[in-house]
Nanobody, 122 residues
């Protein structure tokens, strides 16, 4: 069992930056993924990182702008978002999976946080 709490969302102008945090409690030997969901759209994959931090994968839409990292000593995963665009506006969720391989499909993730709103104004 693991509990996830996201923080760091907010309102930012286009071109700005935000850093989201995902604090995990309970068992923490999980790979963590970030997903987002905009109004009227399906939840989409953003980025994921293995438990060791040795492997990361990004959606093409955020590659080069977002960076996922983790600090296992703090049981926290971060999503640094730079050069934000209005189309990045969404509720961002972190999720955990026991899968040992990279997973980009939401249904494979077992645990989810409550989400944090990111709004990018033009």
């Amino acid at each position: 069992q693991v509990q996830l709490v996201e923080s760091g969302g907010g309102l930012v102008q286009a071109g700005g930056s935000l850093r989201l945090s995902c604090a995990a409690s309970g068992r923490t030997l999980y790979a963590i993924g970030w997903f987002r969901q905009a109004p009227g759209k399906e939840r989409e994959f953003v980025a994921t990182i293995t438990w060791s931090g040795g492997s990361t994968v990004y959606a093409d839409s955020v590659k080069g702008r977002f960076t996922i990292s983790r600090d296992n000593a703090k049981n926290t995963v971060y999503l640094q978002m730079n050069d934000l665009k209005p189309e990045d506006t969404a509720v961002y969720y972190c999720a955990a999976t026991e899968a040992s391989t990279i997973v980009v499909v939401a249904r494979v993730y077992d645990y989810w946080g409550q989400g944090t709103q990111v709004t990018v104004s033009s």
